[in-house]
């Protein structure tokens, strides 16, 4: 008996993806391979000013590829800035887009991609498998290593109207390729790099302990988790060794392909909701939340929840305190020592950021079934 499956039926979704230094110099070859030849260059105002940033436009020139800059993308893109991109990518008749940055310009650029192919608000696509027709080729670079927006079939977009986050998720938004380069991850300011990095640990975590998981999707998680509580402290500690930086990147790729396959759980649902309403970069949402969603789920799966404390070196017994101090513990050795409090949140917020939770397509896989009130109590313990 090998013990590692029930034998459910399970698929595993990933892009192709290249990994290792200069990776993000091969844009203009591989949109060749592509065919493309007019394409929308999705990013932000921070990574363009980047150093390394005209080199991957470079790599497009050199493949005599003519490529439209569309920069217009807050953290936490909007649907608005997704529709404006989907008009330019129109009026330039693109036929392809290159993704570079952290997950805002990726979801983004996934929005751009369906809105354009489907002809539809980007907010007409929230839920599970509610996109028709897939985008155009996707190439994405990504530039933090957090999101994993590059592998997944996730992309998050905020109503800025109802100040909530829109979940999508659908096989047609895992892009065609994703070049995964440690180099423009040296120049990370280091709360970017920490938030980004909770966020991967919260993406290991949820997709071990979902009820959608599998011997494949355990696998990355557990790989994940092992590698990001080592890499991440190292790459704050040393911010230019290329070594720790690899390896938080390396980590976000594996968590990237456990989550979306697996699925996440409440730490998400519940984030989104909080990040939604107080405009919280995500990895910090998750973070401020993570302790207080495995202390209400241990009792579904307490050898999953064993099995990660063991991986993260929890006090000796292991248990669901030794668990729930070592997340605290890692968190505040980052520097992330607040609270939803501290967040912006106030009690009074809490009832109706639990009905936003309640609709958040993630919960469906959270381990333990959750009501309002339960989540309600979350929230007041992350307080
Ligand atoms: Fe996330």
Redesign the pocket.
């Known amino acids: 008996m090998l013990g590692e499956s029930d034998h459910t039926l399970r698929k595993f979704v990933a892009p192709e993806f290249v990994f290792g230094a200069g990776a993000s110099r091969l844009a203009g070859r591989y949109a060749g391979n592509f065919g493309l030849h007019d394409l929308l260059l999705v990013s932000d105002p921070g990574v363009v000013s980047c150093p390394w940033f005209g080199e991957i436009c470079t790599s497009l020139d050199e493949a005599g590829i003519s490529w439209t800059l569309f920069s217009g993308v807050s953290e936490n893109p909007r649907s608005m800035e997704v529709m404006r991109g989907a008009d330019t990518y129109e009026a330039e008749e693109c036929c392809g887009i290159v993704a570079v940055g952290g997950?805002s310009p990726m979801d983004c650029a996934k929005g751009i991609g369906i809105v354009s192919s489907n002809n539809r608000n980007i907010l007409a696509f929230e839920g599970v498998d509610e996109v028709g027709m897939p985008g155009p080729p996707l190439i994405c670079i990504p530039t933090t290593a957090?999101?994993a927006a590059d592998v997944s079939q996730f992309a998050i977009i905020s109503d800025e109207m109802q100040k909530r986050k829109v979940a999508i998720i659908s096989k047609a938004l895992v892009p065609d390729i994703s070049l995964l380069d440690p180099l423009p991850l040296l120049t990370l300011p280091q709360e970017v790099t920490v938030t980004c990095g909770m966020?991967v640990l919260?993406?290991a975590v949820e997709a071990y302990v979902s009820n959608a998981g599998s011997p494949v999707t355990d696998l990355h998680a557990r790989r994940a988790i092992d590698l990001i509580v080592r890499a991440l402290p190292a790459a704050v500690e040393r911010p230019d060794d290329l070594e720790s930086r690899y390896g938080t990147m390396m980590a976000s790729l594996h968590a990237g392909l456990a989550f979306s396959n697996a699925s996440?759980g409440a730490v998400?649902a519940l984030?989104h909701a909080l990040g939604g309403y107080f405009d919280l970069p995500?990895?910090r949402a998750?973070a401020l939340l993570l302790e207080s969603v495995v202390a209400f789920n241990y009792s579904a799966a307490p050898g999953r929840y064993d099995d990660i404390g063991r991986i993260m070196q929890a006090a000796e017994g292991g248990g669901e305190r030794a668990l729930v101090s070592r997340f605290r513990a890692f968190r505040d050795s980052l520097g992330i020592t607040g609270t939803i409090a501290d967040a912006g949140c106030g009690l009074s917020d809490i009832p109706s950021l639990a009905v936003r939770a309640m609709a958040d397509p993630c919960l469906a896989t959270n381990p333990r079934e959750m009501t309002p009130e339960d989540i309600a109590t979350i929230y007041e313990a992350a307080f």
């Open positions: 997950g957090g999101s966020d919260s993406h996440l998400h984030a995500h990895g998750n």
